[in-house]
C-alpha cells in the first residue's frame, strides 16, 4: 500500500506523455478525465505500454507484496517504485504533485522501463 506524501493535486492542470514511445508501438487508446489520464501503445506483437497520470488527492495504491518482485530505484531524482509479476512490469512514481504508472506487458526489461520513465514529461 502506497500512501502520497507532499503537495497533493486534485485536478490535471498539466498534461504529461511518454516522449520516447519504442519503435513499432502506436496509440491505441486514450481515456482522459480532469483526474485520470491513461494511454495505451501496442505493437504488431501484442506488447502492451500503459502510461497513466493522475491526481494524487485520495489516491491509494495497493500491490501484491507476496507474489511479485519490487524495489525501489531512483530515477531522473524521483523514488520509483518497481514491481514484477507474471510478465508484468510496473513501474510508479510521484512528481510535481501527479502519480504516474507505467505499465508494460510482454517482453520489457528494466533498462526498458527506465527509459520510458526518463522521457516522461509536461507536454
Known amino acids: 500500500q502506497y500512501f502520497f506524501e507532499g503537495e497533493k493535486t486534485d485536478v490535471i492542470t498539466e498534461k504529461y506523455q511518454i516522449s520516447a514511445i519504442p519503435t513499432g508501438?502506436?496509440?491505441?487508446s486514450v481515456f482522459e478525465t480532469d483526474t485520470v489520464i491513461t494511454v495505451v501503445y501496442q505493437n504488431s506483437q501484442?506488447?502492451?505500454i500503459q502510461f497513466t497520470q493522475s491526481i494524487t488527492d485520495g489516491t491509494t495504491i495497493y500491490l501484491d507484496s507476496e507474489k511479485g518482485n519490487r524495489k525501489t530505484i531512483a530515477v531522473s531524482e524521483c523514488e520509483v517504485h518497481l514491481y514484477s509479476q507474471n510478465g508484468v512490469l510496473f513501474a510508479m512514481w510521484v512528481h510535481d504533485g501527479y502519480y504516474f504508472e507505467i505499465v508494460c506487458y510482454g517482453d520489457f526489461r528494466e533498462?526498458?522501463?527506465i527509459s520510458l520513465i526518463q522521457s516522461?514529461?509536461?507536454n
Open 25 to 28: 508501438f502506436s496509440e491505441e
Open 120 to 122: 516522461v514529461s509536461a
Open 46 to 48: 501484442n506488447n502492451t
Open 111 to 113: 533498462n526498458d522501463m
